[in-house]
């Protein structure tokens, strides 16, 4: 099963741009990576998804180097509601998925 | 699209009891289902897979015969908690990988239930 390593917290302000790195030294050749946001009681949220070099959409960006030992998401301008567990995942439609601790982003004002 | 629904959101029952919670996925057809349980403070751990018309493939230390997942259709799985102690008490939640393209998972809102 593919293991993911993230930082268990991280603060910033509003208004400022957030890196949250993965670490998956094992990740294998059809497994994508994927961010999901998890507020309290409350199923975790599709942020983005990847499998190789930069994909963005409306909310967020990806990273992925080359290797694709590791990826970044980047959160442009985070506002107090973006407060919240975020996790990355490697797998392929959710299988071999492992939830790590995920990164607890807190946002201040 | 994508939308997944689990019914009910909260559940409250007397040790003894079973309780069913259903997951559905709203727009889409799913391939295979996951169950997720979470305790507070804690990440996900997966319970459980399930594919339509087969049976459901358990997590090592998951008692199967505890926790019953059905998967009687392609938009339907249920989950059923038997004969529920308070150590059950918990936030369960559910996900679906689509039948065409099935490389994301979509969640749930979740349930949770209090087992007194």
């Known amino acids: 099963l593919a293991k993911t390593t993230q930082p268990i917290s991280m603060d910033s302000y509003e208004g400022q741009e957030v890196n949250i790195t993965c670490s998956h030294n094992n990740i294998a050749t059809n497994d994508y990576i994927t961010w999901y946001q998890q507020f309290p009681s409350q199923g975790p949220r599709f942020i983005i998804q990847?499998?190789?070099t930069k994909v963005t959409n409306e909310v967020a960006s990806l990273f992925i180097p080359a290797d694709r030992k590791s990826s970044t998401l980047s959160l442009p301008r985070v506002s107090l509601s973006d407060t919240a567990v975020y996790y990355c995942l490697v797998g392929l439609g959710g299988q071999n998925f492992v939830f790590g601790p995920g990164t607890r982003l807190s946002v201040l004002p | 699209g994508a939308v997944v629904s689990q019914h009910p959101s909260r559940v409250i029952c007397k040790s003894g009891t079973s309780v069913k919670i259903e997951c559905r996925s709203l727009d889409f057809q799913a391939t295979t289902m996951f169950w997720y349980r979470q305790f507070p403070k804690q990440s996900l751990m997966l319970m459980a897979t399930?594919?339509?018309?087969?049976?459901?493939?358990?997590e090592q230390g998951v008692e199967k015969d505890k926790f019953l997942i059905n998967h009687a259709s392609l938009t339907l799985s249920t989950l059923t908690v038997t004969s529920a102690h308070p150590e059950d008490s918990s936030f369960y939640i559910c996900s679906a990988t689509m039948t065409s393209g099935g490389e994301t998972q979509y969640f749930g809102p979740g349930t949770r239930l209090l087992v007194l």
């Open positions: 990847g499998y190789k």
């Open positions: 399930s594919n339509e018309g087969s049976k459901a493939t358990y």
